[in-house]
């Protein structure tokens, strides 16, 4: 008489298993870290903390509706899911939403337009919340594909981030942000991976959401001009170009009609702002057990310092995402708020990644060649 034994599983399906565990757990982690992100985001300076020429209180309400000043009011990609959100839910379900929002505040500490928007701020919350944990996922899968360290090692690089970013929240809280963040990461993934139509439906994603996504085809651009024919980089160029100006001259035709400047030049206030010794030296209380730097800390340009000398020997894809910092400092420095950081989102992953890189390689890492760090498509 035999018995049957049972047959080990193949070492592919037990490698497929500890992946799928390993992905839950750095899921459950980083939705952990990015849900406390989210709340100090939403608290401090809160989504209708602006200043009153930018409509104040009503501000959440006039981004979401349309009626919002520009530039602010063509960032439309998070106004629109929320009002999708607002379309396709029944209209009992939105009221038992904003039944239990309202059952919840309080005479203090709650901003007046609450009231008037709880639904769409419940699903501004969860929007939000997504994105932030699509920014770490898209940071991880970029630390991924350009670094060579162990994998313990790149899991901790999300966490790490979303810890100390809301050093660099300020003056206000937008829609936009964790879209901004997300997607441009994700952007700079996919470009590394050359995922060329994945890349193009989040290039699109991204310019519905901020006008900055254009830095996107100068990363494509620079990273491709060494492996890509003329021809293709060129037409490349040309069909994000013309992708970009139709959707971003769309938009402005749409709202042409609101007020405010599509451009406004800060030169002046920036140079002033410089000059002001507490500019540097800026401090903000998160928690009892967290202190971070705020506006435009010296801390902050230490690290960006660092991590243009971490370039030297950093990888080629890091090297070429790194141009991106200089038209962000040019049109902040003549048309943004040069100490209000997060203008800098875009440049985060980069310096963050090349910083680490630098960790790594004192660690006795190396960078991974760009040969068997991407995926052609």
């Known amino acids: 008489m035999t018995t049957d034994v049972e047959s080990p599983a193949p070492a592919g399906t037990r490698r497929d298993r500890l992946t799928f565990v390993r992905i839950v757990v750095l899921l459950l982690l980083y939705a952990t870290v990015a849900g406390f992100a989210v709340s100090e985001f939403i608290r401090f300076p809160g989504l209708g903390n602006v200043s009153s020429a930018l409509g104040g209180e009503d501000f959440f309400g006039d981004m979401v509706y349309g009626r919002a000043p520009?530039?602010?009011?063509?960032?439309?990609?998070?106004?629109?899911?929320i009002r999708g959100a607002v379309v396709v839910t029944p209209q009992t379900v939105r009221d038992r939403v904003a039944q239990n929002v309202r059952a919840t505040m309080t005479t203090e500490g709650k901003p007046e337009w609450l009231y008037?928007?709880?639904?769409?701020?419940?699903?501004?919350?969860?929007?939000?919340?997504?994105?932030?944990?699509?920014?770490?996922?898209?940071?991880?899968?970029?630390?991924?594909?350009v670094l060579d360290a162990p994998a313990p090692a790149v899991d901790v690089i999300p966490v790490a981030v979303l810890f100390a970013l809301p050093g660099?929240?300020?003056h206000a809280s937008h829609l936009y942000d964790f879209p901004a963040l997300c997607l441009f990461t994700l952007?700079?993934?996919?470009?590394?991976?050359?995922?060329?139509?994945?890349?193009?439906?989040?290039?699109?994603?991204?310019?519905?959401?901020?006008?900055?996504?254009?830095?996107?085809?100068?990363?494509?651009?620079?990273?491709?001009?060494?492996?890509?024919?003329?021809?293709?980089?060129?037409?490349?160029?040309?069909?994000?170009l013309a992708v970009w100006g139709f959707i971003r001259g769309g938009l402005w035709l749409l709202f042409r009609h609101n007020p405010g400047e599509a451009v406004a030049l800060h030169l002046p206030s920036n140079l002033q702002v410089l000059g002001q010794h507490d500019t540097w030296f800026r401090f903000r209380t998160v928690a009892?057990?967290?202190?971070?730097?705020?506006?435009?800390?010296v801390l902050y340009l230490l690290g960006f310092l660092t991590s243009l000398y971490a370039l030297r020997g950093a990888p080629r894809f890091l090297k070429d995402a790194?141009?991106?910092?200089?038209?962000?400092?040019?049109?902040?420095?003549?048309?943004?708020?040069?100490?209000?950081?997060?203008?800098?989102?875009?440049?985060?992953?980069?310096?963050?990644?090349?910083?680490?890189?630098?960790?790594y390689r004192l660690m006795g890492y190396g960078p991974r060649s760009q040969s068997s760090a991407s995926v052609t498509t």
Do not use: C
Request: charged share 10%; hydrophobic share 60%; proline share 4%.
């Open 288 to 297: 009892d057990w967290l202190v971070l730097p705020t506006g435009f800390n």
């Open 168 to 170: 660099m929240y300020g």
């Open 116 to 145: 008037g928007y709880p639904f769409e701020f419940t699903m501004a919350k969860n929007i939000i919340l997504l994105f932030a944990v699509g920014f770490a996922f898209a940071l991880w899968w970029l630390a991924r594909l």
């Open 187 to 240: 952007g700079l993934a996919l470009i590394a991976a050359r995922r060329r139509w994945l890349y193009l439906l989040v290039f699109v994603a991204a310019t519905l959401n901020k006008e900055t996504a254009l830095m996107l085809t100068l990363v494509w651009a620079v990273s491709g001009a060494s492996r890509l024919s003329r021809r293709h980089l060129m037409s490349g160029i040309v069909l994000q």
């Open 70 to 81: 520009q530039p602010y009011v063509t960032r439309v990609l998070v106004p629109w899911l």
């Open 322 to 359: 790194f141009w991106v910092a200089v038209p962000i400092f040019l049109l902040t420095l003549l048309f943004g708020k040069i100490d209000e950081v997060r203008v800098y989102y875009e440049l985060l992953p980069v310096v963050v990644l090349a910083l680490f890189s630098g960790l």
